[in-house]
């Protein structure tokens, strides 16, 4: 009967597999971590870049149409604006700080630490980070 009551005691984890145990778990999401941390990154470029290809596609219906008249020359937001809820009918999905027109028919979407250029002559977009 004594010797059952001692192996019941005995009974549990060494400071040794404890450690182990914690080792892994650390390993495991330190690895997690980082590739959680790439997947955020890279849907939030996928995500920019859908966003300027929408707002692509609708100047280059207003060209097509006649609605939209780029120049070389830089145009404000106020006229990026007004001629995005001529064509669709809605506010532009972006702020001033946001969208910008650059020279050369070039449309630049900053949003979620991406940058996003579209050239709207030659259908390109390019990413900076």
């Known amino acids: 009967m004594k010797k059952l ?4 005691l005995n009974r549990g984890f060494t400071l040794v597999e404890v450690l182990i145990t914690i080792t892994i778990i650390g390993i495991i999401s330190t690895v997690a971590l980082v590739s959680y941390k790439d997947y955020v990154s ?5 995500a920019t870049k859908q966003e300027i290809s ?8 207003g060209i097509a149409t006649g609605q939209i008249e780029l120049s070389g020359s830089t ?3 106020e006229t ?3 001629n995005y809820k001529s064509i669709t009918g809605t506010d532009i999905p972006f702020t001033d700080s946001e969208l910008s027109y650059v020279a050369n028919n070039k449309l630049q979407l900053i949003r979620r630490g991406v940058t996003v250029v579209y050239d709207l002559s030659s259908n390109k977009i390019t990413v900076n980070e």
Not at 5 to 8: A, M, T
């Open 54 to 61: 929408q707002l692509a596609q609708v100047y280059q219906m």
């Open 42 to 46: 890279t849907s939030n470029e996928v």
């Open 75 to 77: 145009i404000s937001f």
């Open 80 to 82: 990026l604006s007004s």
């Open 5 to 8: 009551r001692k192996n019941n």
